[in-house]
Nanobody, 124 residues
């Protein structure tokens, strides 16, 4: 069974940090790109960061560049998203997604696999 299991969301004050984890099961991890996408209430889905597990090169949306870091531990089939200097506008449900073809910052891109989502709330 294919699974992307996320953890690490929660409530944090502005300026704080959280680390999200995504563990993949049931498919060949190194054949896929893993991304984080987020969806805020009433808004569309936005791509946040992605990494090709075969090369470990990270890519970021401009809105999180310099604050978020995506990394992978291929031995554990796990991708992490370290989020620092969090802002209220980062509040969203964060999804871990996997696709052989990478990612795209539009709602039409259909990822092969999705996690269940984890809530991140940035508020004082």
């Amino acid at each position: 069974e294919v699974q992307l299991v996320e953890s690490g969301g929660g409530l944090v004050q502005p300026g704080g940090s959280l680390r999200l984890s995504c563990t993949a099961r049931g498919f060949t991890f190194e054949d896929y790109a893993i991304s984080w996408v987020r969806q805020a209430p009433g808004k569309g889905r936005r791509w946040v960061a992605g990494i090709y597990t075969s090369s470990t090169n990270p890519y970021y949306a401009d809105s999180v560049k310099g604050r978020f870091t995506i990394s992978t531990d291929n031995a554990k089939n796990t991708v992490y998203l370290q989020m620092n200097s969090l802002k209220p506008e980062d509040t969203a449900v964060y999804y871990c997604v996997a696709d052989r073809d990478g990612w795209a910052d539009n709602d039409a891109f259909e990822y092969d696999y999705w996690g269940q989502g984890t809530q991140v709330t940035v508020s004082s």
